[in-house]
C-alpha cells in the first residue's frame, strides 16, 4: 500500500500498473478485505470498479466493517443503510459504523466524546442528517441502545427519544429483540449472490432482484420425497440448499423449470416403451441412443435447461465470492435413467438427492453434465443430508 500510494502521488503509471496486476493476479483475498483502500486510489480502472461494485452488493457487510469506512460517498453510506434486515449485522453494528462515518465527516471532532460541546453534537448531526432515520432502534437491545446511542442521544429527533425511552422501559427483560432471521440454510449474502448468478449480471441498478420464499425445509416438513413433492411439485423456478451431514460447505442448485409430480406416461422416439416423464435433469445424452439402458417397463425422461446451474459454499463463509463455485451446464441435451420413487431433486446424474436422505446413504454427488466441481471431498460420494431446502424464486419489481 505504501507503494501504491506513493507512486499515486509521483503519477508513476507504470508502478501503479504493476501493482494494479499484481494484486488483482495474486492477492484477490486481500484485496476484498481492503477494497475500499485500494478502490478510491484505481476508481478510473475497470476491473477494481467492478470487483467494488459485486462486493459492495453482494456483501454489503464488508465495506460498512471496513476499517477505512471514512472514504464511502454519502450516496454510498445512504445505500447500505437502506438494506435495513438484508444485512447480516446487529443494528447497534450498522449504528457503530454509521457514527464512525458521520464523525470522519464531521471534521476535527474530539477522540473523547465526554469532551464534545453542542455545536459539536450539531456538526455530527448534520453530516448524519439523511442517514439517522435508516436505522431500526427498536431492533436493538435495552443494553444495546443505552451504550452505544444514549451518549450520542442529542443527535437523534426529540420524538425518536421519547418513544425510545418508553419502549425500553417497557420491556419485561433485556433480552435482544433482533430478529431470529438467520436460522435457515439462505442466508442474505448466499441470497444476494445467488441472485446475481440467475441474473448473470453485476446486480447494480437494483442489490437484490429476487425473492426467496422459502417453501420446503427438511427438519421441519420431513425427509420422504412424497413430502418434497407435495410441496414443491409444479413450483418453479426453484434453489435448493442442502445442509451435507460432515461437510463445511452448502451445496445446492437452481432449477428454473418445475419439479413433477408423476407419472406423466408418452412415448419416447427410440422405444415403445412407455416413460414416467419428469422434468428434473439427467445425464448427459449417448450418442448412439439405441444403446440407452432403458427399463423393462419404464424409463424417466429428464427436461433440463442450459439455465439451470449448481453451486456451493463454505458455511459462514469469509471471503464468500472467492471461495463460491457456481458450475453450468456443459450440454443440454440430457436423459437419466432410475428406479421409480428412489430420488427426488436430482440435477442430471450429478446431484441426487435420495428418499429419507437423512437416515439413508443414497445421495451423491459427481461433476458430470456440469463443467465445474463443486467439493472435491463429496466427488463420486454418498452421502447423508442433515437438513435442505427449498425456496420459489420471485423477482422483485
Known sequence: MNLIHASDE????????????????????????????????????????????????????????????????????????????????????????????????????????????TENFGELKESLKNCLSLINYFKMSRDEYVLKVVPYEQILPQKLKKQLLEFHLNQVNNLPIENLQFQTILKSREARLISYWINQKDPQSRPIEHRFNLIFKANRDGFANSRFLQKCANIYPTIVLIN?????????????????????????????????????FGRRQSEDESNLPYQENYSIECNVSKNSFLFSFPENAINLIQDSVISHVVDDDFWEFAEESLYGIRFCNDLVIGDNCNQNINSFYQCQSYDETLDKVLEGERFLVDDYEVYHVERKY
Open 244 to 280: 451435507v451431514h460432515g461437510s463445511k460447505r452448502i451445496i445446492g442448485g437452481y432449477n428454473p423449470t418445475y419439479w413433477a409430480e408423476g407419472p406423466f406416461y408418452s412415448k419416447t422416439r427410440k422405444t415403445s416403451n412407455w416413460n414416467w416423464k419428469v422434468p428434473l
Open 10 to 117: 509521483l503519477q508513476i503509471q507504470e508502478i501503479l500498473q504493476h501493482c494494479k496486476t499484481f494484486l488483482l493476479e495474486n492477492h484477490s483475498a486481500w484485496l476484498q478485505q481492503n477494497l475500499l483502500k485500494v478502490s478510491k486510489l484505481f476508481s478510473n480502472n475497470k476491473q477494481f470498479t467492478e470487483l467494488y461494485d459485486k462486493v459492495f452488493h453482494i456483501e454489503p457487510e464488508k465495506i460498512l466493517t471496513c476499517p477505512e469506512i471514512e472514504v464511502l460517498e454519502e450516496s454510498e453510506m445512504i445505500s447500505l443503510l437502506k438494506r435495513g434486515s438484508d444485512l447480516e449485522l446487529k443494528q447497534v453494528e450498522i449504528w457503530n459504523s454509521m457514527i464512525k462515518w458521520g464523525i470522519s465527516k464531521a471534521g476535527q471532532l474530539n477522540i473523547d466524546i465526554s469532551e464534545w460541546t
